[in-house]
C-alpha cells in the first residue's frame, strides 16, 4: 500500500531563516506531487504541483519553491522565512487520471 | 475555473442524528468530486469520491454523497452520527488537464463539525 510522509511534523523558525520541507512517497511510481498551505479558519492553497522529476509549476508567486529530485521526494524551501509563511503545509500525492489526492501528515509551521 | 462553496462554515449536531453537509460547485464540464475530513492537526483523508455513473456514492466510516447536476451540488450525509465525527470536511472539485494525468483540487473553505453528546 501507498504511504506518505512529511518532516519535521512541527517548526519553529525565525523571520529571515532558510527552510526545507520534505516529502516523500512510498508503494507507488510515478506520482504527481502537491504541496498545499493551509492557514488558520481558511481551506487549502494550492502552491506547487509537479507531474515528474524536475518539473514543476507554480499556482502563487511567494517566498517559497519547491523542487523534485527524486520521483518520490518532494521538498518546499524558502531562502528567507517571513511571518506570513506561517501555517500547517501539506503534500499530496495522486496516481493517473483516477483523480483523488492524498495526502501526509502535514507540517506546522510557525514563524516568530 | 472551479469553485467550490460550503455554506456552513460551522454545524452542530447531537450523536445519534443524522446530518447533512452542503456543497456547491462550479464547473464548465462534468465535475469529479470529493469529500475530505480533516481531524485538528491532522492530513486529510479521503470519505469519498464521485467521478461517474450512479448518482450516490458511499464512503468510508458510514457516509454518502449525492451528485445532483441540476442543483450543482455534492451533499455529504450520514443518517447517524458518531462523537468521533466531530471534525472538519471539505469538499473538493477536480479538473483534469486533457491527456494528462495532473488534476487540480479546488477545495471549498470547509465544514466544521461538532457533535453533543
Known amino acids: 500500500s501507498q504511504t506518505i510522509h512529511q518532516w519535521p511534523a512541527t517548526l519553529v523558525q525565525p523571520v529571515g531563516s532558510p527552510l526545507s520541507l520534505e516529502c516523500t512517497v512510498e508503494g507507488t511510481s510515478n506520482p504527481n506531487l502537491y504541496w498545499y498551505r493551509q492557514a488558520a479558519g481558511r481551506g487549502l492553497q494550492l502552491l506547487f504541483y509537479?507531474?515528474?522529476?524536475?518539473?514543476i509549476s507554480s499556482e502563487v508567486p511567494q517566498n517559497l519553491s519547491a523542487s523534485r529530485p527524486q520521483d518520490r521526494q518532494f521538498i518546499l524551501s524558502s531562502k528567507k522565512l517571513l511571518l506570513s509563511d506561517s501555517g500547517f503545509y501539506l503534500c499530496?500525492?495522486?496516481?493517473?487520471?483516477?483523480?483523488?489526492?492524498?495526502f501526509g501528515p502535514g507540517t506546522r509551521l510557525t514563524v516568530l | 475555473a472551479q469553485s467550490v462553496t460550503q455554506p456552513d462554515i460551522h454545524i452542530t449536531v447531537s450523536e445519534g442524528a443524522s446530518l447533512e453537509l452542503r456543497c456547491n460547485y462550479s464547473y464548465g464540464a462534468t465535475p469529479y468530486l470529493f469529500w475530505y475530513v480533516q481531524s485538528p492537526g491532522q492530513g486529510l483523508q479521503l470519505l469519498l469520491k464521485?467521478?461517474?455513473?450512479?448518482?450516490l456514492v458511499q464512503g468510508i466510516k458510514g457516509f454518502e454523497a449525492e451528485f445532483k447536476r441540476s442543483q450543482s451540488s455534492f451533499n455529504l450525509r450520514k443518517p447517524s452520527v458518531h462523537w468521533s465525527d466531530a471534525a472538519e470536511y471539505f469538499c473538493a472539485v477536480g479538473a483534469w488537464a486533457g491527456g494528462t494525468s495532473y488534476g487540480k483540487l479546488t477545495f471549498g473553505q470547509g465544514t466544521i463539525l461538532t457533535v453533543h453528546p
Open positions: 499530496a500525492w495522486s496516481v493517473g487520471s483516477s483523480g483523488g489526492q492524498f
Open positions: 509537479s507531474v515528474g522529476i524536475g518539473q
Open positions: 464521485y467521478f461517474s455513473g450512479d448518482t
